[in-house]
């Protein structure tokens, strides 16, 4: 496919979140996102962030295999992750669960820094190949366990997390800044949630369930 299909089918993409985030507004509690989300969801290649032989895919609004029993989220989902985080030019934000990079590179375009970790050899170099080749200079990469976050650059304004613990991981609660933001699925299996977590000026905590997901379980808790 030529750059020009890939756009096109792109800019349909950004249609279909925008008619999905309409149609779930009352339950996650607004009708639209932020302008800025969308303008990078319309821009980012997320067909360079899969298989190649699932290219033809890549705009449509679902999740896709990556590999190793993985899979790369459904765009709306991504949008929505993104949009509650409330990025900004100078936040530094942890990512955990990197896959081949597609939501590292939405973050990247909206913050100043963005640290990821993946738990997987094969995913996180290829991961950095990508990330690489399209020139993002404010990601830095790491393979590990991101149950336990990244202590030596916490802590972090925004955290992200695109595996789900049956409960948030207190490491991640800590390396959390006051007044940040991180947005996590949680629960069991058959019953997840997608949480905001908010911790105020003063450390404490709110959570809010924004939406039943289904994501891969979060590894990492016994290592």
Do not use: C
């Amino acid at each position: 496919m030529t750059d020009e299909q890939f756009a096109a089918l792109r800019q349909h993409m950004i249609l279909e979140i925008a008619t999905h985030t309409a149609l779930l507004g009352e339950r996650i509690g607004r009708y639209n996102l932020d302008p800025r989300v969308m303008e990078v969801m319309g821009r980012v290649p997320r067909h360079q962030y899969v298989p190649v032989e699932l290219q033809s895919y890549a705009y449509l609004n679902r999740p896709l295999p990556i590999g190793y029993d993985k899979t790369i989220s459904q765009p709306f989902i991504v949008a929505l992750m993104t949009d509650a985080l409330k990025l900004r030019a100078e936040d530094v934000v942890l990512e955990i669960g990197t896959g081949l990079g597609y939501q590292a590179a939405i973050l990247a375009e909206l913050a100043g820094k963005v640290y990821s970790i993946e738990i997987l050899d094969a995913l996180g170099e290829e991961a950095s190949k990508r990330l690489d080749r399209a020139g993002y200079a404010n990601i830095e990469l790491k393979i590990g366990n991101g149950y336990h976050g990244w202590p030596e650059h916490a802590p972090f304004d925004k955290l992200i997390v695109t595996a789900a613990p049956d409960l948030i991981p207190a490491p991640l609660i800590h390396q959390l800044k006051p007044g940040g933001r991180m947005v996590i699925p949680a629960g069991l299996p058959d019953s997840q949630q997608l949480i905001l977590v908010e911790k105020n000026t003063d450390g404490r905590l709110s959570t809010k369930e924004l939406l039943p997901v289904r994501f891969s379980q979060l590894e990492g808790a016994e290592l």
